[in-house]
């Protein structure tokens, strides 16, 4: 079992940033992919970033790409979403999650979820 617990987020003005944190705890080696998603009211949730625990690869939804950046610190078991340049629009709640599957795709198959984290972006 693992879990997840997210911090870090907060209200902001658009074009400022926010860094999340998402902590791992147990059985974090099984762990392939980790990723955050959002939800935003009356929308589906979203996949935002991702990354692969063991080689680093990263994946980017469009509509973050070159303004978040997905990291790990393997030595904290910890998870970060650094998002610059924020817009209204990222206004969400937001999730880490963790998944043991080596099924295809990066966005799919996550097990473990965090409580979640509000980010408001004001305009």
């Known amino acids: 079992q693992v879990q997840l617990v997210e911090s870090g987020g907060g209200s902001v003005q658009a074009g400022g940033s926010l860094r999340l944190s998402c902590a791992a705890f147990?059985?974090?080696?099984?762990?392939?992919?980790m990723g955050w998603f959002r939800q935003a009211p009356g929308k589906e949730r979203e996949g935002v970033a991702a990354?692969?625990?063991?080689?680093?690869?990263?994946y980017y939804a469009d509509s973050v790409k070159g303004r978040f950046t997905i990291s790990q610190d393997n030595a904290k078991n910890t998870l970060y979403l650094q998002m610059n340049s924020l817009k209204p629009e990222d206004t969400a709640m937001y999730y880490c999650?963790?998944?043991?599957?080596?099924?295809?795709?990066?966005?799919?198959?996550?097990?473990?979820w965090g409580q979640g984290t509000q980010v408001t972006v004001s305009s």
């Open positions: 147990g059985y974090t080696y099984s762990l392939n992919y």
């Open positions: 999650a963790a998944r043991e599957s080596i099924a295809p795709g990066v966005w799919n198959e996550y097990n473990y």
């Open positions: 990354i692969y625990t063991f080689g680093g690869g990263t």
